[in-house]
């Protein structure tokens, strides 16, 4: 039977490649056409890598940070890849995800990519998604609702976040050469964080 783990980035993997004309048609609008190509072809990579029987989850994020990283062409691959090997490194050793490990989760990843992109909200990336997301995450959490409900809330968090970057002009990567162009245009890469935590979701649902 496969791992928690093996199926959790199975769930994601599908979600990507099922939305990958959707993510190259926004990343048209604004960036280099790519974008759904690019992570498509990624989590074919990833799911080539793993072994259904892997359970370790820090491990299983290393290589698929790893496998993103080496994959995954323009900013994404190196964001995203250094995303998971931060995710990897909080929940190295473990086999199973508990709220709190899911807060870590959340935060690792995040100064991983404001790290490696020099990036904060506002600036129309992922972390517009992302970051709202982990708030409302911890906040829930905080107020004692458990994992799944804490995390419907996230997403819900982070779909807000998507619809806001339609609102505000890029400053980051190809998107900032457009300007004022930009706005009305949801990122790509806010797009794709949201599916990745619905996938999340939909994994822990179906549990």
């Given at each position: 039977?496969?791992?928690?783990?093996?199926?959790?980035?199975?769930?994601?993997?599908?979600?990507?490649?099922?939305?990958?004309?959707?993510?190259?048609?926004?990343?048209?609008?604004?960036?280099?056409?790519?974008?759904?190509?690019?992570?498509?072809?990624?989590?074919?990579?990833?799911?080539?890598?793993?072994?259904?029987?892997?359970?370790?989850?820090?491990?299983?994020?290393?290589?698929?940070?790893?496998?993103?990283?080496?994959?995954?062409?323009?900013?994404?691959?190196?964001?995203?890849?250094?995303?998971?090997?931060?995710?990897?490194?909080?929940?190295?050793?473990?086999?199973e995800v508990?709220?709190?490990?899911?807060?870590?989760?959340?935060?690792?990843?995040?100064?991983?990519?404001?790290?490696?992109g020099k990036?904060?909200?506002?600036?129309?990336?992922?972390?517009?998604?992302?970051?709202?997301?982990?708030?409302?995450?911890?906040?829930?959490?905080?107020?004692?609702?458990?994992?799944?409900?804490?995390?419907?809330?996230?997403?819900?968090?982070?779909?807000?976040?998507?619809?806001?970057?339609?609102?505000?002009?890029?400053?980051?990567?190809?998107?900032?050469?457009?300007?004022?162009?930009?706005?009305?245009?949801?990122?790509?890469?806010?797009?794709?964080?949201?599916?990745?935590?619905?996938?999340?979701?939909?994994?822990?649902?179906?549990?």
């Amino acid at each position: 039977m496969p791992s928690g783990i093996y199926e959790c980035i199975s769930k994601i993997s599908d979600k990507i490649i099922e939305n990958k004309d959707f993510l190259t048609e926004l990343d048209r609008e604004i960036g280099d056409s790519d974008h759904g190509i690019n992570m498509a072809r990624g989590f074919q990579a990833v799911m080539e890598k793993l072994s259904p029987d892997e359970s370790d989850i820090g491990a299983v994020l290393k290589k698929v940070g790893m496998t993103l990283l080496s994959k995954v062409g323009g900013a994404s691959g190196p964001l995203y890849g250094t995303a998971y090997m931060e995710a990897g490194k909080v929940m190295a050793g473990k086999t199973e995800v508990n709220s709190d490990d899911m807060k870590l989760i959340f935060e690792s990843a995040i100064a991983g990519i404001q790290k490696r992109g020099k990036a904060v909200k506002g600036e129309k990336t992922m972390l517009d998604a992302l970051i709202p997301a982990s708030e409302k995450y911890s906040q829930k959490i905080s107020e004692g609702e458990n994992l799944i409900s804490a995390l419907e809330s996230a997403c819900e968090s982070a779909r807000e976040g998507v619809e806001f970057t339609k609102t505000i002009i890029a400053t980051k990567g190809r998107a900032s050469y457009l300007g004022e162009r930009s706005i009305g245009h949801q990122d790509p890469g806010a797009t794709s964080a949201t599916l990745t935590l619905e996938a999340i979701l939909n994994y822990m649902k179906a549990k």
